[in-house]
């Protein structure tokens, strides 16, 4: 079941918030020494504080290039836990320990230790979505940014075992050409969106231009004359001629879009139901209030053993040298 925001906030730790905590937040920054991380997915208030604001392959190399004593990220677990590996003397928070990934636990390391022991020959490029320890079995890390040029440099003859997102590894197969091996993940988001809806927008919208996450499903993607990742599909939408714009993806890039073009129109594509499943109940957990109490307490911390961290850095330094 899906929380909202304000049950959330009813559930932020006991004790006397400050009056105005955008600047309390800024104060314990300087305290810290610390900077905020936030993804597009997050609410307003927290896309408004924060130092850096990026999708998973712009956050990881703020993560990698950050002087601050302190990381603060606004994301989910994974995210948080990306940062650690590339940070392993720093203390990285993460405002709710229960903002985890639905993709990222459609891979359970077990299960996928045995899928690919299972093909022995084959090269894992994982999605940044996933666990330290899926990132730790795997070769190379890829993001939706990148996936597909990544997969175009890996030599043609070299079977690859593409995980954990089947909607992206499609995707990349259709523009790349290679056959890949797909585990069978997804994102309870993305897979929400409903085609029928999206076509009734774009009848009632017809200048509309539609525009997709390439975690969405095939069906989506066919009516989206633009597909990219969080960060494409921002840039995009500050490029593109059109006015008016379907987005299928988190609704919460639009709070960008709507501050990096005013005077355009994005609607939201809607999910299937009558809900507000469009929205990551992961992402949302976080609030302002958790974000301040994370800073005032120094927790809840993320941590992890030296060997897994070790092993799931070498794929994500290939990804990093692989994107330049």
Request: net charge negative.
């Amino acid at each position: 079941m899906f929380t909202t925001a304000l049950a959330q906030r009813e559930k932020t730790q006991p004790g006397e918030l400050p009056l105005d905590l955008f600047s309390a937040i800024e104060s314990l920054k300087k305290e810290l020494n610390a900077v905020i991380l936030a993804h597009y997915y997050q609410e307003p208030d927290i896309q408004d504080i924060a130092d850096f604001i990026g999708d998973s392959l712009q956050l990881a190399k703020a993560a990698e290039k950050t002087s601050a004593d302190v990381i603060v990220f606004a994301g989910v677990h994974f995210m948080a836990e990306t940062a650690k590996i590339l940070n392993p003397d720093k203390l990285v928070l993460l405002p709710d320990l229960n903002a985890g990934c639905s993709l990222a636990d459609s891979c359970p390391p077990k299960e996928f230790a045995a899928f690919k022991a299972a093909h022995p020959d084959h090269l894992v490029v994982s999605y940044i979505n996933c666990s330290a320890d899926i990132k730790a079995m795997s070769d190379i890390i890829c993001t939706s940014s990148n996936a597909v040029k990544i997969v175009q440099q890996i030599p043609k003859d070299q079977p690859i075992i593409f995980a954990p997102d089947r909607n992206l590894g499609r995707y990349v197969m259709e523009q790349t050409g290679r056959d890949l091996l797909l585990w069978q993940g997804s994102c309870v988001v993305h897979e929400t969106f409903s085609e029928k809806k999206i076509v009734e927008l774009k009848i009632a919208h017809p200048q509309a231009e539609a525009i997709a996450h390439p975690e969405c499903e095939t069906s989506v993607l066919r009516h989206a004359s633009f597909i990219g990742s969080t960060a494409a599909l921002l840039k995009h939408c500050q490029n593109s001629p059109a006015q008016e714009f379907i987005v299928a993806t988190e609704p919460g890039i639009i709070h960008q879009m709507q501050k990096l073009a005013p005077q355009k129109r994005f609607i939201p594509a809607p999910p299937m139901n009558n809900c507000a499943c469009n929205e990551c109940p992961f992402m949302r957990l976080n609030t302002l209030e958790k974000l301040y109490w994370a800073m005032k307490n120094r927790t809840p911390e993320i941590t992890m053993s030296e060997d897994i961290r070790l092993a799931a850095l070498r794929p994500m330094q290939r990804m990093l040298e692989m994107s330049v």
